[in-house]
């Protein structure tokens, strides 16, 4: 019988170390690149490797479902005279949700039937930058630029059929001159019920709650900060423990010091990663998913870059210029930018 068990358990070591993930190393990849007109595309939801949808800064709002070779594009004027500059993009079961930026704040649902504005404010320093919902589709939250010493944030607890606004006393206060980045749609990142949120300017720093909004901490990271260009641009989590944050300063788009940063302990402390090495300024960072948290991709204004251990050594795989990148399986993702879309292969 003794025998019997060890050799059970050997067999299930070996089994184990079977299953443990072998990343790949991309030298280059292929990006299909579709001509998008006069809009500029910060915010998008992949479907399958053959749909996207999309929303613009001309109040447009399109997708594709055959990978590229038509797309279906409507247009959303506020009182017929404001073309609302969409970067908050969510889906939420069949329903997509926009959030446009600047004064004033309108957040959008889209249904098979009808378009409907869920939420407006009015505000001269009103300006929002993410949006995301929960995994239990339930729940969804936006983040804003502070009015007051508090982050903007609003949330819904009914599908996002109706929102309301976080008051400060409930929030992390905030210093003067730090906010949020609106260039990827990505400063926001929730898993199951918790969701974490990066700042920039003249602190950069994540705050986080684990009870869909209701409670806060706030956690001070090393990346670059002090200055309004300054910050993270973008954070992704693989699972609640592992996570990786990237920016720079949009103002030096070449320099890569303290850009980069991974956590093993849900946010609370970051450890610098490719100290002063590629990839410079990015603003937007994604798990490659089902690749253990070993595969990342970056983009930004300054190419694509691919890391394969993690986010601790990287190489640039693409010199395109892109502002965000959603893989919908570990060979396919959607990206977008100035007057652009594309489709990213892995072979």
């Known amino acids: 019988m003794k025998r019997i068990s060890i050799l059970i358990f050997t067999f299930l070591l070996i089994a184990s170390c ?32 053959e749909t996207v949808h999309y929303v613009g800064s001309k109040g447009d709002f399109g997708f594709t479902s055959d990978g590229g070779k038509s797309w279906s594009t409507k247009y959303i004027t506020y009182q017929d005279s404001i073309l609302p500059n969409f970067r908050s993009f969510a889906k939420n079961g069949d329903a997509f949700f926009a959030l446009s930026i600047a004064n004033p704040a309108l957040l959008y649902k889209f249904s098979q039937t009808k378009i409907a504005l869920v939420y407006s404010e009015s505000h001269e320093k009103v300006f929002y930058d993410a949006l995301q919902f929960f995994d239990d589709g339930i729940h969804g939250i936006a983040v804003g630029d502070p009015i007051d010493d508090c982050a903007s944030i609003i949330l819904t607890s009914d599908k996002g059929n109706t929102w309301s606004k976080i008051p400060c006393k409930n929030l992390p206060e905030l210093i003067d001159g730090e906010a949020f980045f609106a260039a990827s749609n990505t400063n926001i990142k929730t898993i199951g019920s918790t969701v974490w949120i990066a700042s920039g300017g003249k602190k950069s720093r994540i705050l986080k709650s684990n009870d869909f909004g209701k409670t806060w901490q706030i956690f001070e990271t090393p990346i670059i900060q002090g200055k309004g260009p300054q910050g993270i641009y973008s954070i992704d989590f693989y699972d609640k423990n592992n996570g990786i944050a990237i920016g720079g300063d949009y103002s030096k788009p070449l320099a890569n010091k303290a850009n980069k940063a991974i956590t093993k302990d849900g946010g609370e402390t970051w450890t610098l990663v490719a100290e002063n090495k590629k990839p410079n300024y990015k603003s937007c960072v994604q798990y490659v998913p089902n690749t253990d948290g070993k595969e990342i991709f970056a983009v930004g204004k300054t190419g694509v870059s691919f890391s394969n251990d993690s986010g601790n050594t990287w190489k640039e795989v693409s010199k395109d210029s892109y502002y965000t990148i959603q893989f919908i399986d570990k060979n396919t993702a959607w990206l977008s930018g100035s007057k652009k879309m594309g489709r990213l292969i892995l072979k």
Request: aromatic share 6%; glycine share 4%.
């Open 18 to 49: 079977s299953k443990e993930y072998i990343p790949r190393n991309v030298e280059t990849i292929e990006i299909q690149e579709f001509k998008m007109n006069l809009t500029s595309i910060r915010a998008i939801k992949g479907i399958d490797s």
